[in-house]
């Protein structure tokens, strides 16, 4: 398709063409962190994949987001630390849990700690800006998937602990939005059923 004036892209002129247009997105999955290995993106790969991520909505032009990256040994003292500090915040974790804690972090070669700023603005709304900031992290999903890597997406209770922002150096107006893990596919991963768009749709008339 070849782009209007302004850079623009024309709508696909037929349905064959659109369904080729969107089929990349279509083929977006998540891969299970367990079943993520090198080689992950490096230094270089990563700040492209960003510079494409970084292209969301966001009102105000805030940039109400900023990464954090866990590469190499430090997944591992991440883990370690995180454990411990699970052991800490809950007397009760069992084992497996904590198990989980030391191995979660270990598969992937990279993880990206995707992180929302959301101190007090006179302007824009908090939701706002988290939701420009969850934009990012679906966007390096895509991203990825296009330079021909899986990833997932994964919370958890880290995200929501001040004792891991901390120990990630986090400012207090600063959240863990999610820990992106990033790198490739061991093998192929199934799709799953979908929703049907139409049910999801309706129309408001007056």
């Known amino acids: 398709m070849t782009?209007?004036?302004?850079?623009?892209r024309p709508l696909a002129s037929s349905r064959d063409a659109l369904d080729a247009a969107l089929a990349h997105l279509d083929d977006r999955r998540s891969v299970p962190f367990m079943r993520?290995?090198?080689p992950g993106p490096d230094p270089a790969t990563l700040l492209r994949l960003l510079a494409t991520a970084t292209r969301v909505p966001d009102?105000?032009?805030?940039?109400?987001?900023?990464?954090?990256?866990?590469?190499g040994d430090a997944r591992r003292v991440f883990g370690e630390r995180l454990a411990a500090r699970h052991r800490q915040a809950d007397t009760d974790a069992s084992e497996a849990a904590i198990a989980k804690d030391l191995d979660r972090y270990l598969h992937a070669p990279l993880i990206v700690v995707l992180v929302a700023q959301l101190g007090p603005d006179p302007k824009i709304p908090e939701q706002?800006?988290?939701l420009s900031a969850g934009c990012t992290g679906f966007a390096l999903l895509q991203a990825a998937q296009a330079a021909g890597f899986g990833g997932c997406w994964l919370t958890g209770w880290a995200a929501y602990d001040r004792g891991v922002a901390s120990m990630l150096r986090l400012e207090a107006h600063e959240h863990v939005i999610g820990f992106i893990h990033l790198g490739t596919p061991s093998q192929d991963i199934?799709?799953?059923r979908r929703p049907d768009p139409a049910a999801l749709l309706s129309e408001w008339t007056p």
């Open 3 to 8: 782009p209007k004036p302004d850079g623009s």
């Open 36 to 38: 993520l290995q090198e």
């Open 59 to 71: 009102h105000g032009a805030r940039v109400p987001f900023r990464f954090v990256t866990l590469r």
């Open 128 to 130: 706002e800006r988290l």
């Open 190 to 192: 199934p799709e799953r």
